[in-house]
Nanobody, 113 residues
Framework: QVPLAESGGGLVQAGGSLRLSCAGS????????FAWYRRAPGKQRELVAA?????LYADSVKGRFTISRDIAKNTVYLQMNSLKPEDTAVYSC?????????WGQGTQVTVSS
């Protein structure tokens, strides 16, 4: 059992959109900045978007992805627009900095050509 649960992934065509959700407890979200990470097949996990003093995005997703938070729902979102096949990966949420919470299964995003 892990304290975070990702959802919202799926199969979409290139150019489509998805909104991923990361749900946790009020205590977790009120005390941490959160980030979205992704791991493509055969590759290491990379940072995609992070809450911080200034919101950070990987160069590859700038202008297409947006991280946001719904305080009342204890949820962090990743809005993904103009999806590309190279965005295909398992997406996970966690703290924006170490130490990380235990990693869950994430949610699969597959973008077809």
């Amino acid at each position: 059992q892990v304290p975070l649960a990702e959802s919202g992934g799926g199969l979409v065509q290139a150019g489509g959109s998805l909104r991923l959700s990361c749900a946790g407890s009020e205590r977790i979200f009120s005390t941490n900045n959160f980030a979205w990470y992704r791991r493509a097949p055969g590759k290491q996990r990379e940072l995609v978007a992070a809450e911080s003093g200034d919101t950070l995005y990987a160069d590859s997703v700038k202008g297409r992805f947006t991280i946001s938070r719904d305080i009342a729902k204890n949820t962090v979102y990743l809005q993904m627009n103009s999806l590309k096949p190279e965005d295909t990966a398992v997406y996970s949420c966690n703290r924006a900095a170490r130490p990380y919470y235990p990693w869950g299964q994430g949610t699969q995003v597959t973008v077809s050509s």
